[in-house]
Structure formats: C-alpha cells, structure tokens
C-alpha cells in the first residue's frame, strides 16, 4: 500500500533534518571536545563544573536550530533548482505521451554552470518537434492512401454492378471489364509503390552496388516505351555519351528513369517531342529527361516531390501520386541530386546528377 504524496514528503523532510542535525551534531561535538580537551589540559578547567555542563546544554540548543536551518535552506534549494524544473519537464512529457505534440518545455531558470535541466528539455523539444513532423506525415499518409484506394475500388464496383444488368451488349461488356482490368492494374500499382517507398523511406532496402554502363541502362529503359511513343507519334531525341560507368544499385536507378520517362511520355501530347541526355564531367554522370508537355507552375514544381501530390489532375486517373516521390527517395539513397525546371504551357526537364565510376 503506498503512502499518501502529503506524508511522503513530511517523511523526507524529516530525513533530511535528521541527516543535517547528525552532520552538524558529529562536527560540532569533534570540535567542542578538542576545545575542551585543549582548554583543561592548559588552563586547568574543571570539567564537571556548572558553566561548562550548561555551555554544552547551549550548543546542544545551537546544534538543532542549526540543523533546522540548514534543512530548511536545503528543501528551498532543492524545490527551486530540483523539484520545479523536474515538475515541468515531466509535466510536458506526460502531454507528449497523451498525443499533445504542441507541449514544449519552457527555458528554465540556470541553476548551474552545466545548465542540465535546460538541455534536458532542449532536447524533449526537439523530439516533440520530430513527433509532430512524423505525426503530421502518417496522418497525411493515411488520408491520402484511403482516398487512393477508394477511388479505384469505387470504380470497380461501378462497372462490376454495370456488368450484371440483363441485356448488356457484347461491346458494353468488353469495355467494362477492361475498365475493370485497368483500375485493378493501377490499384495494384498503387499497392506496390507504397510498399516500395515504405522500405525504402524506414530503409529495409540496401543498395547493392555494381559496376555498369548508365548509358546503356537508359537506352534499355527508354525501349520499353516504344509502343508508348509509336502510339501517340512522339518525336524521340537522345544525346547519350558512351562509356559511362557508375557504381550504384541497378535496380534502384531503374526506377528513377523508369518513372521519369513513364512521366514524360504521359503529359506529352500526340506528336510532342521527350529528350534523354546523358552528360559527364570528372565526377558526376548528369541524366536529363525534357518532354514538350504540359509543364508546371512554380507553385506545383515546389511540391511535386511529395507524396500522392498531383499537380496535373486531368491525368490522375493514369498515376497516384508516388512515382516522384519514390524517385526523390532512390536519388538520396545513391547520394545523388535531382531538379526540375518547366514552363507551364512548354514542358519540364528533370536533372538528375550522380557520381560516375572515378
């Protein structure tokens, strides 16, 4: 059974009393002995007289008031440089822990040449902070992964209901179920790149480095859009410089170009024109992918790294939002850098920059 916080602390008060009266008690005694010892063995005093048994009933007296207030000034100390700064920072931690990531800790009173309390609570802001950005992010995330799955889905049971009327026609029913077929495709997109940036953003992928030529990679990558291009009449450029080598994870830089010309070839129109360039320089392999479609504000540049961000939602219904940010986070991975420049209206060009084989 616990006691109650008003006896506890009645306790300790008298155990500290107790500690100082017996620390002042043992000092003072030592050193009333040695003057007494001292002042008989010179001046012949004799020890049983009355002064001297009533100057030891005195420091008796003197030896608890003393005690009294050191105790005393101790428990003010204690309160003030002790007891204070620890109610506020548990008080704040107990906001964090009940979800409040608004809960800061006040710069405290320097009660010391370390300043402990204060750098304790500097460092409980900057993990409220963080708790807020990662807050902030999952329930974004959340939002925006139950908006994604809930269109597709919607569509599916638009057409799939579609399906089962009497009567339906041969035509009809052919192009219903490719709706189907196409909307379970991208859910099934959408379901595998979240995976991926999960892995890839609590970092369970490693890269596993390898010797090989960019330009040929970008050459093999830029192919399986053939039929992309071929459909919709886009005019191809390239200007890809020969014997290229970087050290990276193939299979991650695969999906950079992957999703940089799978973008590019999207929002080019019928008969646009979508550029690959690969340049060197002593360090760095420069990759850019430049398309004659719609562009982007600035506005929209600012964010188009961010997840199921869509600046351009009149082609929604073809991605979701992820394949930019899984480019972001592969280019940080291999330490490299990407960029964006575009004119809304004229195009974009993306620039990505890695370090080449030295």
């Known amino acids: 059974?616990?006691?109650?916080?008003?006896?506890?602390?009645?306790?300790?008060?008298?155990?500290?009393?107790?500690?100082?009266?017996?620390?002042?008690?043992?000092?003072?005694?030592?050193?009333?002995?040695?003057?007494?010892?001292?002042?008989?063995?010179?001046?012949?005093?004799?020890?049983?007289?009355?002064?001297?048994?009533?100057?030891?009933?005195?420091?008796?007296?003197?030896?608890?008031?003393?005690?009294?207030?050191?105790?005393?000034?101790?428990?003010?100390?204690?309160?003030?440089?002790?007891?204070?700064?620890?109610?506020?920072?548990?008080?704040?931690?107990?906001?964090?822990?009940?979800?409040?990531?608004?809960?800061?800790?006040?710069?405290?009173?320097?009660?010391?040449?370390?300043?402990?309390?204060?750098?304790?609570?500097?460092?409980?802001?900057?993990?409220?902070?963080?708790?807020?950005?990662?807050?902030?992010?999952?329930?974004?995330?959340?939002?925006?992964?139950?908006?994604?799955?809930?269109?597709?889905?919607?569509?599916?049971?638009?057409?799939?209901?579609?399906?089962?009327?009497?009567?339906?026609?041969?035509?009809?029913?052919?192009?219903?179920?490719?709706?189907?077929?196409?909307?379970?495709?991208?859910?099934?997109?959408?379901?595998?790149?979240?995976?991926?940036?999960?892995k890839l953003e609590n970092q369970q992928i490693f890269p596993e480095n390898t010797v090989y030529d960019l330009g040929e990679q970008l050459c093999e990558c830029l192919l399986q859009f053939e039929g992309e291009w071929e459909k919709k009449n886009i005019e191809i450029e390239t200007d890809i410089a020969e014997d290229v080598e970087v050290c990276a994870d193939r299979e991650l830089l695969s999906l950079v170009w992957n999703n940089l010309l799978s973008n590019a070839f999207k929002f080019t129109d019928e008969g646009g024109r979508v550029s690959v360039c690969l340049t060197t320089d002593d360090t760095f392999a420069t990759v850019s992918v430049t398309d004659t479609g719609c562009g982007m504000t600035p506005e929209v540049g600012a964010h188009i790294f961010e997840k199921f961000y869509q600046g351009d939602t009149s082609h929604a219904t073809r991605g979701n939002g992820l394949g930019l940010a899984l480019v972001k986070r592969v280019v940080d991975i291999v330490e490299g850098e990407i960029s964006v420049e575009s004119v809304s209206g004229k195009g974009s060009t993306f620039t990505v920059r890695i370090k080449k084989r030295l």
């Open 1 to 198: 059974m616990s006691r109650p916080p008003r006896f506890a602390a009645v306790i300790r008060s008298v155990n500290r009393f107790l500690v100082f009266f017996l620390l002042v008690a043992f000092v003072t005694t030592c050193c009333l002995m040695l003057f007494i010892t001292v002042m008989s063995q010179t001046m012949e005093i004799d020890l049983t007289s009355d002064n001297i048994q009533a100057a030891a009933k005195l420091t008796f007296a003197n030896v608890i008031l003393l005690s009294l207030a050191c105790a005393t000034v101790d428990s003010i100390r204690r309160k003030l440089t002790v007891t204070r700064p620890a109610r506020i920072i548990v008080q704040t931690t107990q906001k964090l822990m009940k979800g409040d990531f608004t809960a800061r800790v006040p710069t405290l009173a320097k009660m010391d040449d370390e300043d402990t309390f204060n750098r304790i609570g500097k460092g409980i802001n900057r993990l409220a902070e963080e708790l807020s950005g990662v807050e902030t992010l999952r329930t974004d995330f959340v939002a925006n992964v139950s908006h994604e799955l809930k269109t597709p889905l919607a569509v599916i049971g638009n057409y799939a209901a579609m399906l089962r009327e009497p009567g339906l026609s041969e035509e009809k029913r052919i192009e219903y179920s490719k709706a189907i077929s196409d909307t379970s495709r991208r859910l099934a997109n959408l379901i595998t790149n979240i995976l991926k940036l999960n």
